[in-house]
C-alpha cells in the first residue's frame, strides 16, 4: 500500500486572521479637500457653460431648450454638490495596509470594499501622478497582479514619498520572498 505525504488538514474559522480590523493607514489628509475642489470645480464649469449658453447674445436658441436649460443646470448643481458630498465621504474611508506578505486596500462607503494581493502574486506596481497629484505631493500606485491585464487595485492619495517607499518595499520584498 502506497503511503500518502499529502496533507490538507482543515482550519478552524476563529484560527484565521480577522481581515477588517488590520492596522489600516489612512491616505494623505491632502487627498480629500483636493477632489472636493476638483468635483466642485467640475460641477462649476458645467453649470457656467450651461448659464453662458442660456444668456449668450449672439445665437438665438429654441424655445424648447431654453426652458430646458435652466432645469439642466440646477439638476447639474444639485448633482453635482451631492457627488462631491458623497465621494468626500467615501474618501475619509479609504485605507490601506502593507503586511509583510501582503498588501490591503480598503474602500467603499455603503458597501465595505477590501482588496487582499499577497506579495508574491504581484506581477509590477506603478506610481501614478496627474497634473494635480504633482502640485500638491501626492501620488497614486497601480497594483497589477500576476495573469490580470487591468491593474489589481489603485490605492490613491498617498504622499510622494510613502507611494515610492511602498513601491519599493513591495519589489525588493516580493524578490527576496520568490529567490530566497
Given at each position: 500500500?502506497?503511503?500518502?505525504?499529502?496533507?490538507?488538514?482543515?482550519?478552524?474559522?476563529?484560527?484565521?486572521?480577522?481581515?477588517?480590523?488590520?492596522?489600516?493607514?489612512?491616505?494623505?489628509?491632502?487627498?480629500?479637500?483636493?477632489?472636493?475642489?476638483?468635483?466642485?470645480?467640475?460641477?462649476?464649469?458645467?453649470?457656467?457653460?450651461?448659464?453662458?449658453?442660456?444668456?449668450?447674445?449672439?445665437?438665438?436658441?429654441?424655445?424648447g431648450l431654453l426652458i430646458f436649460l435652466p432645469f439642466f443646470i440646477?439638476?447639474?448643481?444639485?448633482?453635482?454638490?451631492?457627488?462631491?458630498?458623497?465621494?468626500?465621504?467615501?474618501?475619509?474611508?479609504?485605507?490601506?495596509?502593507?503586511?509583510?506578505?501582503?498588501?490591503?486596500?480598503?474602500?467603499?462607503?455603503?458597501?465595505?470594499?477590501?482588496?487582499?494581493?499577497?506579495?508574491?502574486?504581484?506581477?509590477?506596481?506603478?506610481?501614478?501622478?496627474?497634473?494635480?497629484?504633482?502640485?500638491?505631493?501626492?501620488?497614486?500606485l497601480q497594483v497589477f497582479s500576476a495573469?490580470?491585464?487591468?491593474?489589481?487595485?489603485?490605492?490613491?492619495?498617498?504622499?510622494?514619498?510613502?507611494?515610492?517607499?511602498?513601491?519599493?518595499?513591495?519589489?525588493?520584498?516580493?524578490?527576496?520572498?520568490?529567490?530566497?
Amino acid at each position: 500500500m502506497l503511503e500518502s505525504h499529502f496533507s490538507n488538514p482543515i482550519v478552524p474559522i476563529n484560527a484565521l486572521p480577522a481581515i477588517l480590523n488590520l492596522d489600516k493607514q489612512s491616505l494623505s489628509e491632502k487627498y480629500a479637500p483636493i477632489n472636493r475642489l476638483v468635483n466642485l470645480g467640475l460641477t462649476l464649469f458645467v453649470c457656467a457653460i450651461g448659464m453662458a449658453l442660456y444668456f449668450q447674445p449672439f445665437v438665438d436658441l429654441p424655445a424648447g431648450l431654453l426652458i430646458f436649460l435652466p432645469f439642466f443646470i440646477w439638476a447639474a448643481a444639485i448633482f453635482g454638490l451631492l457627488l462631491t458630498w458623497i465621494r468626500h465621504a467615501q474618501d475619509h474611508v479609504k485605507s490601506y495596509t502593507l503586511r509583510e506578505l501582503d498588501l490591503h486596500y480598503t474602500s467603499g462607503l455603503f458597501f465595505r470594499k477590501v482588496v487582499s494581493q499577497p506579495i508574491t502574486r504581484i506581477q509590477h506596481i506603478e506610481l501614478k501622478r496627474g497634473p494635480i497629484e504633482r502640485k500638491v505631493g501626492l501620488a497614486r500606485l497601480q497594483v497589477f497582479s500576476a495573469g490580470g491585464e487591468m491593474h489589481t487595485f489603485e490605492i490613491p492619495g498617498l504622499p510622494l514619498e510613502t507611494a515610492q517607499q511602498l513601491r519599493q518595499f513591495i519589489l525588493q520584498h516580493k524578490d527576496m520572498v520568490k529567490h530566497g
